[in-house]
């Protein structure tokens, strides 16, 4: 089997009336897939998204059907993609990436200093780094092709977007994808602050079914998507320690000639760092 389409970490192959998305080991930074995989990582997202994918089903349907790769063609029934595939419902995607900030760091932070907004939502003054916002903002943008650059928009805009696309339900598909955002990110962050650990923003891709309800699509809540910071420690004014890529977005930064590839100890830290999170947030270890 061929994937139909590739991502830069995920693979999705066609299976009849469903697909699956494999979660390789790539890891992505810059919008450039990297010279090195992360053994296991792939795993960790797969996993790591089924989790939530089944504490949110109350607040909105997702097109996960299986994570068990006996429901899958032979193809799959390997140790290659075992832990690593989700078989999922077919979906019309929606063109927007749906970004939820409850914290103040990052992009977010370098437009605040600048003019005191963030993606032109207007922000209390006097915040300082890695603040908690009084209320989760939703900033949304449109979905780029792999080497392009996401581009933020404003709500507004997120209903033209739509409505190009889906003529008469542009601000019904909008306002239900912010509603949905939200109201996924206060659970999950709720959620996840029981366990150690503070969400600071995220992003989910939603899709309609063929009945054209909005269903939840893609990963959930992984460290590819989201910055997850551990609790303890945690002090605004700063930056913060992370479960994330952002370990890797740091070494690169202080390391421009490396040609996008990362030594051995930072590949062993990423992964921990990956495997921590899990642990932390399901309360098991990671089985592949």
């Excluded at 928009?153 to 949905?180: C, M, Q, T, W």
């Amino acid at each position: 089997m061929k994937p139909i389409k590739e991502g830069k970490v995920r693979e999705v192959y066609d299976n009849g009336d469903s697909i699956i998305m494999v979660a390789t080991d790539r890891i992505s930074a810059f919008d450039v897939i990297l010279k090195n995989k992360i053994v296991n990582k792939g795993a960790v997202l797969t996993q790591m998204s089924k989790f939530w994918f089944e504490l949110t089903k109350d607040i909105v349907p997702n097109h996960m059907l299986s994570t068990d790769v006996k429901d899958m063609p032979e193809f799959f029934q390997n140790e290659e993609y075992t832990g690593k595939s989700m078989m999922c419902k077919k979906l019309t995607m929606l063109p927007i990436e749906c970004i939820v900030r409850g914290y103040i760091t990052g992009s977010g932070w370098a437009s605040y200093k600048e003019n005191g907004t963030v993606c032109g939502i207007k922000l209390p003054a006097g915040l300082k780094e890695s603040d908690k916002l009084p209320e989760p903002i939703y900033t949304p943008s449109t979905k780029a092709e792999i080497g392009d650059h996401d581009e933020n928009i404003s709500f507004e805009r997120s209903i033209e977007v739509l409505e190009k696309e889906f003529p008469g339900h542009g601000e019904e598909y909008a306002k239900a994808l912010r509603d949905n955002t939200i109201a996924l990110y206060k659970k999950c962050a709720d959620y996840a602050l029981t366990k150690g650990i503070i969400i600071a923003d995220t992003k989910f891709e939603f899709g309609l079914d063929e009945d054209g309800n909005i269903v939840l699509a893609d990963e959930m809540l992984t460290p590819d998507s989201s910055r997850f910071w551990p609790l303890e420690g945690y002090e605004a004014g700063h930056g913060q320690p992370s479960f994330d890529k952002q370990f890797v977005r740091d070494w690169l930064k202080a390391n421009p000639d490396s040609d996008y590839l990362l030594p051995q100890d930072v590949i062993d830290k990423t992964i921990a760092k990956y495997l921590e999170a899990y642990k932390l947030l399901t309360g098991k270890e990671l089985e592949v």
